[in-house]
């Protein structure tokens, strides 16, 4: 069945019609190609020489028509269809012998432009035929690829990361780079590597997402972004999120991209380096001056810190039992231990982006020392349970013994007589006879010399006024009359 269609001249629009079977005057049609930008393609459209040699018939029209528009019917046509503004050259040719039937069409510095479909049509004898369509696909590479960072909890918080800015992470957080490669037809193929290995990714069906396994753990997705307007070239977006740990600081992340067509010509490729930060982790160390193992009460002690971070800037900082140290502002603390500081904590304090710190129980060796150095008098009568205290303290912790004291010196360091017990606390059942008197706590630690002091059960006793002497005052003038109470164990002040 044959269709008539009325053919309007060159660049004008281009009736939709089936023309007359034209396989008896075809020798060769043109095949659909894709081509790269700024390349030559050439489209096939041969017809039988015998057409252009009739002298009989009328002559023959050929004529090109791109995407339902005519190019014209003569190589003149042709050349002004494929002319541009700053050119005096055409890109459009048909460069072989016409009168042969050659009318090949070539077309240089391929632009998006001359993407479409392609007929070869010709007119005969008041017929119309057409070759077969081919569809051209004019191939774009994408601007070289960008790397861009964001922060995972802010999207809105981006920069741009590359060969001279190190994306930055903290240790134990995720890292999340976009690599953008814009305006490509189709979109570009995105892939990344860490220090020269492909990240394997396990994609889901459709390819847009997938999940990291090596040698960084993490997600990817892929979206294609296409412009509203021709050539509609397309913006291909790769995001990964990887969770950075220390190990990964200095590597190199690198994103290639790869465009259809131009295989053999990539594109060049955008790399970062890691720079993973991590809070600082401290060490003390306590150096005495005197340079013995062992500590003791008096000595100057330096208490110095080392940190480990990045960055390494530190502020340093120290507290004692928690409260911060004034005008302490090196990685070093100088101390004389007095018996005060016995089991204070002190703790220095790296400061970057975070905080690190380490910390020290003061402990050191002082000697023995009784609460109440003075002596004690407990007052008890027969019968009673008896429980006498000789309170002392000391690093080591002393050995107290409780001895009789001898009658026969009085100092209580020369009178310890037979030993009746050990430890802070004396007690009895009952109290005898021949409990009451002086007794002797001596308090012991290795490396010090032993103390002692006296501590005496008296009877319990009435109290007894003394007599007091006249006292002897002039008129308007102060006076002190002395009361001596007699009393075991003397009553409190307000009974008197």
Same mark, same amino acid.
């Given at each position: ?17 089936? @023309?007359?079977d034209g396989s008896d005057f075809f ?5 659909? #190609? ?18 252009? #040699? ?66 070869? #049509? ?8 057409? &070759? ?24 809105? &918080? ?22 953008? !490669?814009?305006? @490509? ?11 020269? &290995?492909? /990240? ?80 600082? %982790? ?6 005495? !001056? ?5 500590? /003791? ?58 905080? @690190? ?9 002082? !000697?023995? #020392? ?11 009568? /027969? ?10 303290? @000391?690093?080591p912790q002393p050995e107290v013994e ?12 020369n009178s310890a007589g037979a030993l ?21 706590? %001596? ?27 006249? %006292? ?8 002190? /009359? ?5 009393? %075991? ?8």
């Amino acid at each position: 069945l044959a269709f008539i269609c009325i053919i309007l001249y060159a660049l004008t629009n281009v009736p939709k019609c089936l @023309g007359i079977d034209g396989s008896d005057f075809f020798i060769q049609h043109p095949i659909s #190609q894709s081509v790269t930008l700024n390349s030559t393609f050439i489209l096939a459209c041969r017809l039988k020489e015998s057409l252009f #040699q009739d002298k009989g018939s009328g002559k023959p029209i050929v004529q090109w028509i791109l995407n339902k528009f005519g190019l014209g019917t003569t190589r003149e046509d042709i050349h002004e269809a494929g002319m541009e503004p700053d050119s005096l050259l055409s890109r459009y040719d048909l460069p072989y012998n016409l009168n042969e039937g050659q009318y090949d069409l070539q077309v240089r510095y391929a632009k998006s432009r001359d993407e479409g479909q392609y007929v070869c #049509q010709l007119r005969y004898n008041g017929n119309t035929y057409f &070759s077969q369509t081919a569809t051209v696909r004019v191939l774009v590479a994408s601007e070289d690829p960008t790397l861009v960072q964001s922060d995972p909890s802010d999207a809105s &918080s981006v920069k741009l990361v590359g060969p001279q800015t190190a994306a930055s992470a903290i240790e134990g957080s995720y890292l999340r780079l976009h690599c953008i !490669a814009k305006n @490509g037809k189709p979109g570009a193929k995105l892939s990344w590597t860490l220090n020269g &290995s492909p /990240l394997s990714i396990n994609y889901n069906e459709d390819g847009t997402k997938g999940q990291i396994t090596s040698p960084i753990e993490g997600n990817v997705s892929i979206k294609s972004v296409p412009a509203p307007e021709p050539p509609f070239l397309v913006t291909t977006i790769s995001e990964i999120l990887v969770y950075a740990t220390k190990l990964h600081h200095g590597s190199k992340i690198l994103c290639a991209s790869q465009n259809e067509g131009y295989e053999n010509h990539p594109l060049p490729s955008t790399y970062t380096k890691l720079n993973v930060q991590y809070a600082p %982790v401290v060490k003390m160390r306590v150096s005495p !001056a005197t340079g013995r193992r062992h500590l /003791l009460e008096n000595d100057v002690v330096t208490i110095r810190c080392t940190a480990e971070g990045r960055p390494d800037n530190f502020t340093w900082g120290w507290q004692v039992n928690g409260s911060i140290v004034e005008n302490e502002r090196t990685d070093q603390y100088r101390i004389r231990l007095s018996r005060n500081l016995i089991n204070v904590t002190v703790a220095c304090i790296a400061t970057t982006f975070a905080d @690190g710190s380490d910390h020290t129980v003061l402990t050191f060796q002082y !000697a023995p #020392q009784f609460t109440n150095p003075n002596p004690v008098i407990y007052a008890g009568s /027969l019968g009673e349970p008896l429980r006498m205290r000789c309170n002392v303290e @000391g690093n080591p912790q002393p050995e107290v013994e409780w001895r009789l004291a001898s009658s026969s010196s009085s100092s209580p360091s020369n009178s310890a007589g037979a030993l009746i017990g050990r430890g802070e606390i004396l007690e009895r059942d009952k109290i005898h006879e021949n409990d009451f008197g002086a007794y002797i706590c %001596v308090a012991r630690a290795p490396g010090f010399p032993a103390i002692s002091k006296k501590i005496i059960l008296a009877k319990k006793s009435a109290p007894k006024i003394k007599p007091a002497e006249p %006292v002897y005052a002039a008129i308007g003038a102060p006076a002190r /009359l002395p009361c001596t109470v007699n009393a %075991v164990p003397l009553p409190p002040p307000e009974g008197l």
